[in-house]
């Protein structure tokens, strides 16, 4: 086969996005307004909570929910190893300290057992992961935290659309946090969302994204606003501009159709490598359904000559690029004290690497990824 360059991703933007952000480029109103509420109660509905709350990032939709359950100085948060560093330092802002512990050897997301060990009397909350668009233990962490004052904040980057049990991510613990990164699921360049059916929370996320103004800012500049705010704390510039809210709002509108795409590539990936012994593939448990955000597979390194790194390096030479999801927390500098206790993580982050993945992959693009994965393999086999 000739050689091809396959990106680790790439955004789907049809016309309909194009056409919607133009819209709003014409329309006079850039930053947060009608698209954004569109957006909020479209995803409230898609969700089923009752608020759901835009913003910049998911990063800040972590910050602010952590602030709205009352997260902050003394307070411990318990966060997955595996996982993207601001599940961590949207703890760190708070003025609490995430606790960093092992995941599953399966799913990689946070192990319940782990979760139990690491409880304090100081333990606040808890942020499971939805690793890979594949939901967390929800049922188990949920009964942990259960009458203890631990508030579950699902950290959903990667999980939009994904369901647990028939119920939707984000709305199976306290909040829930979304990601419109430019390479997750569903996207508007940056942007986020916050996810609850808490009424004060919300009320407090709405402050807390826009300087802590007693009413958004577009209500004073409509016809029946007025200049007048009072200003009760000092909160944040986390809100989500109308241009990126109506990219999302056709992205949304497209997230089965996406998720469908994403979900081809996955069933001709498991099909082509099933009998591979040097790989291990990801798990799809049948009580949950998920968004396929990321194909992440493991090594089995006794099988193989070369390391992950090299392996994917190889990869890479072949024009096939690939990444590893996630440097552990307790690798970092900034968590390095907590290192020492994730052996699952440990080992994971040895093997682990994630294959292209995206709704746009032709057939031909993905005959080519498992063709150059399978002739890796070969070189590569002890
Ligand atoms: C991407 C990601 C985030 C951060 O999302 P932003 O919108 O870029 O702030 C948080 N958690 C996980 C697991 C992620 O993958």
């Known amino acids: 086969m000739n050689h091809r360059t396959i990106p680790f991703h790439r955004p789907d933007i049809t016309g309909a996005e194009i056409d919607a952000v133009t819209q709003v480029l014409k329309n006079g109103w850039l930053t947060t307004g009608e698209e954004a509420r569109e957006l909020e109660a479209s995803m409230a509905e898609a969700l089923g909570t009752t608020h759901a709350i835009a913003v910049s990032s998911c990063t800040a939709a972590l910050h602010l929910a952590l602030l709205a359950a009352g997260i902050g100085p003394g307070d411990e948060v318990v966060v997955p190893s595996i996982t993207f560093v601001s599940t961590a330092t949207s703890v760190v802002h708070t003025g609490a300290r995430p606790v960093i512990v092992d995941v599953l050897p399966h799913t990689h997301s946070l192990d319940p057992a782990a979760f139990e060990a690491a409880l304090t009397p100081r333990t606040r909350a808890v942020i499971p992961v939805h690793y890979a668009g594949l939901p967390a233990e929800m049922d188990t962490l949920t009964e942990i935290a259960r009458g203890k004052g631990i508030a579950v904040i699902e950290d959903s980057a990667h999980a939009l659309p994904a369901s647990y049990k028939g119920k939707s991510v984000g709305s199976l613990g306290e909040a829930g946090a979304f990601s419109f990164y430019a390479t997750k699921t569903v996207t508007s360049a940056e ?3 916050v996810t609850t059916d808490n009424e004060e929370w919300a009320a407090r996320v709405r402050a807390l994204r ?46 089965y159709e996406l998720t469908e795409q994403r979900a081809r590539v996955v069933r001709a990936y498991d099909e082509a490598f099933a009998g591979e012994e040097a790989l291990e593939l990801f798990p799809h448990p049948a009580d949950r359904e998920s968004a396929y955000h990321l194909y992440p597979v493991k090594l089995n390194l006794p099988r193989i000559t070369c390391s992950r790194d090299e392996f994917l390096e190889k990869l890479a030479v072949c024009g096939v690029h690939g990444s590893v999801h996630f440097i552990p927390l307790h690798h970092f500098t900034l968590f390095k004290e907590q290192a020492g206790n994730q052996p699952v993580s440990d080992n994971l982050f040895e093997r682990v690497l994630s294959l292209p993945l995206y709704s746009g992959m032709t057939a031909e693009d993905v005959d080519y990824v498992i063709e150059v994965v399978r002739d890796t393999l070969k070189e590569c086999r002890r």
Do not use: C, I
């Open 191 to 193: 942007g986020g969302m």
């Open 210 to 255: 826009l300087h802590g103004l007693d009413r958004d800012a577009w209500k004073r500049y409509r016809a029946d606003g007025t200049w007048r705010y009072d200003v009760t704390e000092a909160g944040f510039k986390y809100n989500m501009p109308d241009t990126a809210a109506a990219m999302a709002r056709v992205q949304l509108s497209r997230m």
